[in-house]
């Protein structure tokens, strides 16, 4: 394992010095708070839990099982089984944990119970960056968060300790030029001129956590700390002093991690996603804190780091494994805790932070397409559970409970395929009093135990949903039910979530099993087209969900033929797979998202009294844009403020042979329109001073019927209006 050493650029960028740190070299200061005693105790009490649990769980399977285990087949059901009944052992303890915890007043050890207001609220600020690395995001809307943020820092009067940076790794040209136009009115309107920067990468490399590798390189060592927002990202100014202020009080600690609310759902979907996260996470983000502590997992976004331990120990290496445990690391954030918490620092999470939102895919194709993104990265984690030295016990298990996330999925499938695999043995061929694996004299003579059956499946109903019955309790011990609507709106809402979480788990379990299968044959497959506004429509449900709807309806009449009894225990798998499109397309639907919301219900407390970081986001983004005739690279080499202002922001990119092709290109552009020119050919020539002021000249002594005539007099139009 070959730990890469993170070159640091030294605040004079230009002088092109450099200085080398390498990852052994510091020391992290000592915890003042001795937790770890106190965690090794909840993380045994947990692991005794869940594996007595899971124990009694397999002996009661083993008793329903006809041969009692005596068979392969039902030695491999059994060991799934015990994989599968221990991953949800683990959610459901985790939940009772929090719900103890809240019940007592909270975790003492927690990090805002350690300090009281008045000496949090006096300790001074240091320099702290806000980075918001983008790809392809859609603009106006972007901004405009990053805007809402801004003002709600500026209402504070600590405004002067953070500087804002948005980083770019878009790649179209129409994305990019505007993201510059749209940087620099928001410099403008704001008066932020040296104080919110726009960078745009020239080389996309390693994602985002290359992105943000870029910025530590140039400008890291300017700010003590860095606050990661993700796109949709929204963090009050008050919640981003108080990070600063912890950071400032506990200086072991290299991460601090928000846990995020879910905010601004419409459709169905995000609605019930909305709600479920802020409902639910209450409990569950108490006990995950309690139980990791010190240990926490990073979530990429909504946290703030120490940059100078970031810096020096979170360099990712290259994989070297087979397939795709070989290349860049896709899923940064677990690994860069993992390696900071290896350096000696702390990583928290911090369920009292308030005032941390993001936002939820609008609909379930969404939802799927960046589950398939992320299944990929979290099982390259396999890789770093299993070869990555002197990681802490913490943070392997937190890379085995992100490559469970998915990893749960296919076993669950085969668990089915196996339990049908023996109903039909049982049902099809002769007994068998001898089976392969038998070791007795004796005939084995298979039993059928349905009351042990049925207390199996009950209690793992219990593991999946009196955890929402939890919650529910909790909610009106602590009188916040008014909040989601009331009591009697409340209860309806649990209903309908409860009812489509079932609903939902098929439909997951086949396109997870799809995508891990795809990431571990290191093939790129495309579950449907993704879009981030658009409702479902049934041609692309039915394009998306098909092989579900056939794999359900087979599977269930299956069953029919096979058994009555086994048809009725394959029901709540089956129908939400044959229900799969109009399940797919109903939930998509703003419509009834917001019929619900009309109504009292799935509501959330920051609907009933928004922040105003919320009311502040919600208007910029709602504020109307001017329709422009002309696509960003006809304003930026038509429009003499827009072209000063890319010329300015691009370089001088000519050498000998390089000038021949952009002089090509120009000519190329010129002639035939930017159409002509390939995303990467057309990026090139609009990034170098020369050619980006060569086709402003030109383009302007086209012919009146040319290409660049006839934009010229759209342009003349839009400035008439």
């Known amino acids: 394992w070959n730990r890469p050493r993170l070159v640091l650029r030294s605040p004079g960028a230009a002088s092109g010095t450099t200085t080398m740190t390498d990852a052994g070299t510091a020391s992290a200061p000592r915890s003042r708070v001795r937790w770890r005693g106190v965690a090794a105790v909840r993380r045994t009490l947990l ?25 392969w087949l039902e030695l491999a059901i059994l060991g799934l089984f015990a994989v599968l009944y221990a991953w949800i052992a683990v959610g459901f303890w985790v939940a009772v944990f929090g719900f103890v915890l809240r019940l007592f007043g909270g975790d003492r050890y927690s990090l805002l119970r350690r300090h009281n207001e008045d000496r949090i609220e006096a300790t001074p600020l240091a320099r ?58 928001l410099v403008t309107e704001l008066g932020a001129e040296g104080r919110l920067f726009y960078r745009r990468r020239p080389v996309n490399l390693n994602y985002k956590s290359g992105n943000v590798a870029d910025f530590l390189r140039r400008w890291g060592r300017r700010y003590e700390y860095m606050v990661v927002l993700d796109a949709d990202s929204l963090v009050s100014g008050d919640t981003l002093v108080r990070m600063v202020q912890l950071m400032e009080l506990e200086p072991q600690i290299g991460i601090l991690q928000t846990n995020p609310g879910i905010i601004n759902g419409r459709s169905l979907f995000a609605r019930l996603q909305q709600f479920a996260n802020r409902f639910y996470s209450r409990l569950f983000a108490t006990g995950l804190a309690a139980v990791q502590m010190g240990d926490a997992a990073f979530w990429g976004h909504n946290a703030i780091i120490r940059v100078e331990p970031f810096m020096r120990h979170c360099g990712l290496p290259k994989l070297r494994g087979p397939g795709i445990f070989g290349g860049p690391i896709m899923s940064h ?18 369920p009292g932070l308030d005032g941390s939102f993001e936002e939820s895919p609008p609909t379930l194709t969404d939802e799927l397409m960046r589950d398939n993104r992320w299944a990929k990265g979290n099982l390259q984690h396999l890789w770093l559970l299993l070869t990555a030295p002197r990681l802490r016990l913490a943070h392997r298990m937190a890379f085995l409970n992100g490559i469970m996330a998915y ?14 695999v023996e109903a039909a043995r049982m049902t099809l061929a002769p007994i068998d009093y001898f089976p392969e694996g038998h070791q007795g004299l004796f005939p084995l003579w298979p039993e059928w135990r349905p009351e042990w059956a049925l207390a199996l499946a009950l209690s793992t109903a219990v593991l999946l949903f009196l955890p929402k019955v939890l919650a529910l309790v909790d909610a009106v011990i602590h009188r916040s039910t008014s909040g989601f609507g009331g009591v009697w709106r409340l209860v309806p809402g649990l209903v309908l979530e409860i009812a489509v979480s079932i609903l939902l788990a098929p439909l997951r379990m086949l396109a997870h099993s799809r995508f891990v299968l795809a990431a571990f044959f290191n093939l790129s497959l495309k579950w449907a087209g993704q879009n981030r506004t658009d409702e479902t429509t049934w041609s692309e449900a039915l394009r998306s969900q098909l092989p579900g709807m056939i794999i359900g309806a087979g599977w269930s009449a299956f069953a029919w033929f096979l058994d009555r009894l086994f048809f009725y225990w394959s029901l709540p798998v089956a129908l939400p797979l044959i229900l799969a499109v109009p399940t797919s397309v109903l939930l998509s639907r703003v419509a009834i998202g ?18 105003p970081i919320l009311v502040d986001a919600q208007a910029f ?3 109307p844009m001017p329709v422009s005739r002309l696509t960003p690279v006809e304003r ?16 001088d990119h000519r050498t000998a042979t390089r000038g021949r092709f952009l002089d090509a290109a120009v000519a190329t552009c010129l002639r035939e329109g930017p159409g002509a020119l390939s995303a990467l050919a057309l990026s090139q020539i609009l990034q170098d001073q020369r050619s980006l002021a060569e086709l402003h000249r030109q383009a302007w002594r086209a012919l009146p019927s040319s290409y660049w005539g006839r934009c010229i007099r759209r342009l003349g139009q839009e400035d008439d209006a």
């Open 47 to 71: 692991a005794c839990f869940v594996f007595g649990q899971t124990l009694v769980a397999c002996y009661y399977l083993l008793w329903v099982l006809p041969c009692h285990g005596e068979t």
């Open 128 to 185: 702290a960056a806000i980075v918001m690395p983008v790809y392809h995001e859609p603009v106006h809307w972007t901004l405009s968060g990053l805007k809402a943020v801004y003002r709600d820092l500026e209402r504070t009067g600590r405004l002067e300790h953070f500087d804002f940076f948005i980083l770019s790794d878009s790649r179209h040209p129409d994305v990019w030029l505007e993201e510059q136009g749209a940087w620099h009115r």
């Open 333 to 350: 954030d677990f690994v860069e805790a993992a390696f900071i918490g290896r350096a000696g620092y702390e990583v928290w999470l911090e």
């Open 407 to 420: 990893l749960a999925s296919p076993l669950w499938l085969l668990f089915l395929i196996c339990t049908t």
């Open 594 to 611: 917001e019929w619900l919301r009309s109504r009292g219900l799935l509501l959330v407390p920051e609907e009933r009294a928004p922040l």
């Open 621 to 623: 983004r709602a504020a």
């Open 636 to 651: 930026a080499i038509l429009s003499p403020v827009a072209n000063r202002l890319h010329g300015s922001l691009a370089r």
